[in-house]
C-alpha cells in the first residue's frame, strides 16, 4: 500500500512537468491491507515458539517478562536508552535523539522534540513523526535513578553533559538500526521470547493500560494524535484488561441481583407482616 502511494505521487510529479498525460497507477486497486494485531508471549506461546519456531508479527513481553530484560541489560551503555522506551514507550528515533538539555531531572520531565533516523546510510537529525509527537513526558523515580548514573559516569570526563545522551565514538547520535540489532542480541541473550524494538514501545502503553492510567493519558504518552489509534491498538493487548472488564460486567450483574432479591425478601416480609397482623385484627374482633 505505501509502495503504490509512493508510486502514485512520484507519477503525479512526472504529469506536472509533463513527461505524461496520466497516471497509470491511479488505476490500480489494491485490497486494503490489515494491520498485525499485538499479542502477549504467554507462557504457552513461549512453548509453542520455542518448540516450532513460529513468532507472531507483533508480540508484547508482560511485565514479568520486561523486569527480566531489564535485569538483564542493567550496566549496558545503552541500558537507560531501552528502560526509557519500556516506560515511556518512545519511539526509537526519539529515545536516540535525546539531548541532555531536554532533561529536567530535578522537574521530573523530558522534552520530546525532535528525532534521529538512518537516512541514506547517514544518521541524521530531524523533526518529529507527527504535531503531537513533540510532548513533555513526567519522569518516574526508577528513569531518574537511571539517567542521573548516566549524568555522573560523563562528568567523570566533562564538566557537564551537552549533546546527546547515546553517542557514537565520534559524539553523534547512536544509529537507530544499530540500537535495534544490539537489542535483538540482547533479547536472545537473556532468554526472552523475541519482539522488535518498536514492540517495546507497545509493551509500555499496554502496561500503562494494565497498570490502571487512563486512556488519554496513554495516548499523551504515546504522542498519539487520536485516542481511536491508542484504544485501538493497545486496549486488548494484555489479557488482564480483558479479565478486569469481564470481572467488572459480572460483578454489576451479581449486584443488581443482589438487589434484587433484597428487595424481594423485603416485599416478602411486609407482606407477611400484613397477613400476621390482619389474622390478629380477625381474632381480637372474634373475642368481642
Request: hydrophobic share 40%.
Amino acid at each position: 500500500m505505501k509502495i503504490r502511494g509512493t508510486l502514485h505521487a512520484a507519477l503525479n510529479g512526472a504529469i506536472r512537468v509533463g513527461l505524461i498525460e496520466r497516471n497509470p497507477a491511479h488505476l490500480v486497486e489494491l485490497p486494503s491491507g490489515r494491520r498485525p494485531r499485538a499479542v502477549v508471549w504467554t507462557d504457552a506461546r513461549v512453548a509453542h515458539w520455542r518448540a516450532t519456531g513460529e513468532r507472531p508479527p507483533v508480540a508484547v513481553w508482560t511485565a514479568r517478562q520486561t523486569a527480566k530484560f531489564l535485569a538483564h541489560v542493567r550496566g549496558h551503555p545503552m541500558y537507560a536508552l531501552y528502560l526509557a522506551v519500556a516506560l515511556l514507550g518512545l519511539r526509537r528515533g526519539e529515545a536516540t535523539g535525546l539531548r541532555w538539555c531536554d532533561l529536567d531531572l530535578d522537574g521530573e520531565v523530558v522534552q520530546i522534540s525532535h528525532q534521529v533516523q538512518d537516512r541514506n546510510g547517514h544518521t541524521v537529525v530531524c523533526p518529529p513523526k507527527t504535531e503531537s509527537s513533540v510532548r513533555t513526558l513526567a519522569l518516574d523515580h526508577v528513569l531518574i535513578a537511571a539517567l542521573r548514573t548516566l549524568q555522573a559516569e560523563r562528568r567523570d570526563h566533562v564538566t557537564e553533559p551537552i549533546g546527546f545522551l547515546f553517542t557514537n565514538r565520534h559524539g553523534g547520535p547512536l544509529s537507530p538500526g544499530y540500537v535495534s540489532h544490539t537489542f535483538t542480541r540482547l533479547v536472545a541473550e537473556a532468554g526472552l521470547p523475541p519482539i522488535r524494538l518498536h514492540d517495546l514501545r507497545h509493551g509500555a502503553a499496554s502496561l500503562s493500560l494494565a497498570a490502571g492510567n487512563d486512556l488519554k493519558v496513554v495516548q499523551a504518552m504515546l504522542g498519539h494524535s487520536s485516542i481511536v489509534l491508542t484504544a485501538d491498538t493497545y486496549t486488548s493487548v494484555l489479557p488482564c484488561l480483558a479479565h478486569s472488564a469481564a470481572e467488572a460486567t459480572a460483578e454489576l450483574v451479581l449486584e443488581a441481583a443482589r438487589k434484587a432479591a433484597t428487595s424481594l425478601r423485603g416485599q416478602t416480609g411486609k407482606k407477611g407482616a400484613r397477613r400476621r397482623k390482619g389474622g390478629r385484627s380477625r381474632g381480637k374482633k372474634a373475642k368481642k
